[in-house]
């Protein structure tokens, strides 16, 4: 079963203008990560926040981790064409990493 | 590039038959999992391997099996196909370290059930 939900399912902005697509989860989780996954091919890991953490920045990128509310929020900075793909949160709980149905990112150029 | 390979990339079998697909893990990394995505969904966590044993499983039926191997190579069959079991197939490997194993992806095969 899945663990994460994404939000919005789907998102579509102009190159320039942020994205910001939001996770939650139901149980308690060791940590939280986001993956990419352009059309139809694997997963490639963006950024991982421990449960402890709060924010978390990786170039365009911005990570909140809310535990008490169980949700996290991606951030993309100044977006580019290039960020057009799938956008999923997966959390890790003792090793088995449950994704959501991920959130589908389009920036026109 | 992950380093981690899959194959084969596409796959039609017939329902009923069984088929058997091959992940080849990154260099040093001690643990495989493998995940079932249908179209328009996130990955389902099917099971994962560590050091050549069973380490956890999803809500898959038992003909769902894997193996990894003693180079940390791993295999997933799937007996008695069913249409359903049409979907991309993910494996992805990762060293365990603490509490932080970042997988890395292979780019799945693509398994069509007619």
């Known amino acids: 079963s899945q663990q994460g939900e994404e939000d919005p399912q789907a998102l579509s902005i102009q190159e320039g203008e942020n994205a910001t697509m939001n996770c939650s989860y139901k149980?308690?989780?060791?940590?939280l990560q986001w993956y990419r996954q352009n059309s139809g091919r694997g997963l490639v890991h963006l950024i991982l926040?421990?449960?402890?953490?709060r924010e978390k920045h990786s170039g365009r990128l911005r990570v909140t981790l809310d535990t008490s509310k169980k949700s996290s929020s991606l951030l993309i900075t100044a977006s580019r064409a290039a960020d057009t793909a799938s956008y999923f949160c997966?959390?890790?709980?003792?090793?088995?990493?449950?994704f959501g149905a991920g959130t589908r990112l389009t920036v026109k150029p | 590039e992950t380093g981690v390979t899959q194959s084969p990339t596409h796959l039609i079998k017939t329902r009923g038959q069984q088929v058997t697909l091959r992940c080849s893990s990154q260099?040093?990394?001690?643990?495989v999992s493998w995940y079932q995505q249908a179209l328009g969904q996130g990955p389902q966590f099917i099971f994962q391997?560590?050091?050549?044993?069973?380490?956890g499983r999803g809500n898959f039926p038992p003909r769902f099996s894997g193996l990894q191997f003693p180079n940390y190579s791993s295999e997933l069959n799937v007996n008695a196909l069913e249409l359903d079991d049409s979907a991309l197939y993910l494996c992805?490997?990762?060293?365990?370290?603490?509490?932080?194993?970042?997988?890395?992806f292979g780019q799945g095969t693509r398994l069509t059930v007619v």
């Open positions: 992805a490997s990762s060293l365990v370290v603490g509490q932080t194993p970042e997988a890395f």
């Open positions: 149980t308690s989780i060791n940590n």
């Open positions: 926040i421990r449960s402890n953490e």
């Open positions: 997966a959390t890790d709980n003792n090793n088995d990493m449950r």
């Open positions: 260099s040093g990394h001690n643990t």
């Open positions: 391997y560590y050091r050549e044993e069973e380490n």
